[in-house]
DNA sequence: AGCGCTGACGTCAGCGCTGACGTAATATAG
DNA sequence: CTATATTACGTCAGCGCTGACGTCAGCGCT
């Protein structure tokens, strides 16, 4: 019986039962579960067993419904298939726990209506903020989002256009640098028709990709031309990347380079020019971005641009508790630094 | 005026102020929000309209609080750096949205610490269940945390000892039959000295890997000693698997074929051959675990014994369904098929 | 006319917790 | 020895929402 009691009760212990157990009001048991102090050590630590007899553990609902804050940040990836995210959510996870925050992650695949779901869920539970890998064609939402209070720090978009709104703040890496030393590098080690692999939703519209703008910027400044057939988009994917290479090896005058999207295109990229018997770098060089692991690990080992995840994530977290603190401060961080990175493949 | 409380109030707003809105009760409101019918289309339309002018979204741990359930499940990863748990994650982000459930992800790296902490984070956030791939030494936190009433569906455990607790389910592939063929088929192609590259932690204390059985199962029936030397445990990384093959190609009699834990460990083990001039498959085989996407898109690609993460996924969230339905039912599912996937390195 | 019945609401309590404030006992100051 | 501060609690309301139940008008039926 008192066996049972202890180790297994079936109905939700609460404040009131551990109070009553020790013979105090609900109102000191939670003072000492929230060590606000204010009461002997002889009480607190008969409630303390009490509460680890009773397997006693707050109810975050109600205590949040008060506080009006939980103490956990919420993150908005796009595809976790891509390493890229994992990474950063990494930084993000141990810059959170830097600051006593949990991190929930919820992933969208890019899809608009799909970030919407997650930002109302996560906003409706009660995240103190969010930190957004913005899905394309999301802005309004976002806009919306924050407007009904929530603190979101937009991470990495590639897109130039800015969100400015109170209550959104964004940090990125200096993408637009990477895409210009990487493509740089492919020139100066002398590849005169580069090809720009990247996804497909950033040729849809008229959208400015960063990136794309760093690689025009360079063939413009190298004088090399601009040809339409160089730049093809794909998924977000290696199989996206191995159609890319297989696309551009159907050109009448085929590439010497890649500069791909980001690493996980540049690997399909990569795999598919070996398996069509090019050789890589002499026959057609590849470079990637983001720098994931995986970039240190094949044969040829991918040249990238690095970002630094960590860094990253720990900015991101450090700009949510700014406007957290407040709305207005921080709208926007300088974008971080970028580095290329030589390996094989370049 | 107007067009300023339309978009940007900087209260929350409540049931209550869409019910003053309109002039009914918030219990209408509420009825019209959680679709419950017993209106009249002319009151919801209107009640709609308010919603929408106000930017009214319920609050989800005010509702948690009185319902007992929240439609959300948590998933307690090890270590999103390693492919396979993104892969997994997918598959039970994509079942979640089946059942009309929102997944929250919290990773661990494997510490049993912080495991107990996102455990706890879930559960007094309201989940209303979890799906875990258990930190080390952790069956004593599980059972607890399921006693406490929070159901838990167990996946893909390596360890032998099982858990056996009302709350508690388990969903796992039948690991160690994927080590049986992945040994057997090394075996088979004329390999004699095939090592064992593990997890560290999988070595320490008496610690009894299905991984493990498999392969010493597999070579007793080919009548091949087991050779200490050629069981080596390192970090669950590339550098890890780097590392092993170090050590490994120190030996005076080294392997001819590697079995590594998983495709993260061999892939990192792969490179490190390539780089100490072995050739694979020719000198040493090579074949991982989990077939995750990079196996096909390295070269050579990388022998894995295939686990359907979807599936998995898909499982382990019907699993948990089960549970909730009834904290008896369904204890352990039979072990999910693997498949043995041979491409260029064995 | 009187009956019950249904539909469309409203009323009220309370989920578990904490902020604001109250109170009694003891310690310290004048 | 009284006045005041401090400590260690307790009381109470209410966060935003929904379950249980109540009310009342309108309808069909005898």
């Given at each position: 019986m008192n066996?049972d009691?202890?180790?297994?009760?079936?109905?939700?212990?609460?404040?009131?039962?551990?109070?009553a157990r020790?013979g105090v009001s609900a109102?000191?048991v939670s003072?000492v579960v929230?060590g606000?102090g204010?009461c002997t050590p002889?009480?607190?630590?008969?409630?303390?067993?009490a509460?680890?007899?009773l397997?006693?553990?707050?109810?975050l609902?109600?205590?949040?419904?008060?506080?009006?804050r939980?103490?956990?940040?919420?993150l908005?990836?796009v595809d976790?298939?891509d390493?890229f995210?994992?990474?950063v959510a990494?930084?993000?996870?141990r810059?959170?726990r830097?600051?006593?925050?949990?991190?929930?992650?919820?992933?969208?695949?890019g899809?608009?209506?799909?970030q919407?779901?997650?930002?109302?869920s996560?906003?409706g539970?009660?995240?103190d903020?969010?930190?957004?890998?913005?899905?394309?064609?999301?802005h309004?939402?976002?806009t919306?989002t924050?407007r009904?209070?929530l603190?979101i720090v937009?991470?990495?978009e590639?897109?130039?256009?800015?969100l400015?709104?109170?209550?959104?703040?964004?940090?990125?890496?200096?993408?637009?640098?990477?895409?210009e030393?990487g493509?740089a590098h492919l020139i100066?080690?002398g590849?005169?028709?580069?090809?720009f692999?990247?996804d497909?939703?950033?040729?849809?519209g008229?959208?400015v990709?960063?990136r794309?703008?760093g690689y025009?910027t360079q063939?413009a400044?190298a004088?090399?031309?601009?040809?339409?057939?160089?730049?093809v988009?794909?998924?977000?994917?290696?199989?996206?990347?191995?159609?890319?290479v297989?696309q551009?090896?159907?050109?009448?005058?085929?590439?010497?380079a890649?500069?791909?999207y980001?690493d996980?295109?540049?690997?399909?990229?990569?795999?598919?020019?070996?398996v069509q018997?090019?050789?890589v770098?002499d026959?057609v060089?590849?470079i990637g971005f983001?720098?994931?692991?995986m970039?240190d690990?094949?044969?040829?080992r991918?040249?990238s641009i690095?970002?630094?995840c960590d860094l990253l994530?720990?900015?991101a977290v450090?700009?949510?508790q700014?406007i957290?603190?407040d709305p207005?401060?921080?709208?926007?961080?300088?974008?971080?630094?970028?580095?290329?990175?030589?390996r094989?493949?370049?």
């Amino acid at each position: 019986m008192n066996a049972d009691s202890i180790v297994s009760s079936k109905k939700t212990v609460t404040l009131a039962d551990v109070a009553a157990r020790v013979g105090v009001s609900a109102r000191t048991v939670s003072r000492v579960v929230n060590g606000e102090g204010g009461c002997t050590p002889e009480t607190r630590d008969r409630i303390t067993d009490a509460i680890e007899e009773l397997n006693y553990r707050p109810n975050l609902m109600a205590r949040g419904l008060i506080r009006k804050r939980s103490d956990t940040i919420g993150l908005v990836a796009v595809d976790m298939l891509d390493p890229f995210f994992p990474e950063v959510a990494e930084g993000v996870q141990r810059a959170a726990r830097r600051f006593k925050r949990t991190m929930f992650l919820a992933s969208t695949d890019g899809d608009a209506e799909r970030q919407r779901q997650a930002l109302a869920s996560l906003h409706g539970h009660g995240v103190d903020g969010v930190i957004v890998f913005p899905a394309w064609n999301s802005h309004a939402d976002l806009t919306r989002t924050a407007r009904r209070g929530l603190p979101i720090v937009v991470v990495n978009e590639d897109l130039t256009d800015d969100l400015v709104e109170p209550n959104i703040a964004s940090v990125r890496a200096d993408i637009q640098r990477g895409a210009e030393l990487g493509v740089a590098h492919l020139i100066d080690t002398g590849r005169r028709r580069i090809a720009f692999l990247t996804d497909t939703k950033l040729l849809e519209g008229a959208r400015v990709s960063r990136r794309g703008v760093g690689y025009r910027t360079q063939l413009a400044r190298a004088g090399l031309p601009i040809d339409q057939n160089l730049i093809v988009g794909n998924h977000n994917s290696l199989a996206g990347g191995r159609q890319g290479v297989r696309q551009l090896l159907t050109l009448a005058d085929p590439p010497d380079a890649i500069f791909a999207y980001n690493d996980l295109i540049a690997l399909g990229a990569l795999q598919e020019l070996l398996v069509q018997g090019r050789r890589v770098p002499d026959d057609v060089a590849v470079i990637g971005f983001d720098d994931i692991a995986m970039c240190d690990a094949v044969t040829p080992r991918l040249s990238s641009i690095r970002i630094d995840c960590d860094l990253l994530g720990q900015t991101a977290v450090e700009t949510l508790q700014a406007i957290l603190g407040d709305p207005e401060a921080r709208r926007a961080t300088a974008a971080l630094p970028v580095e290329l990175v030589v390996r094989d493949s370049s």
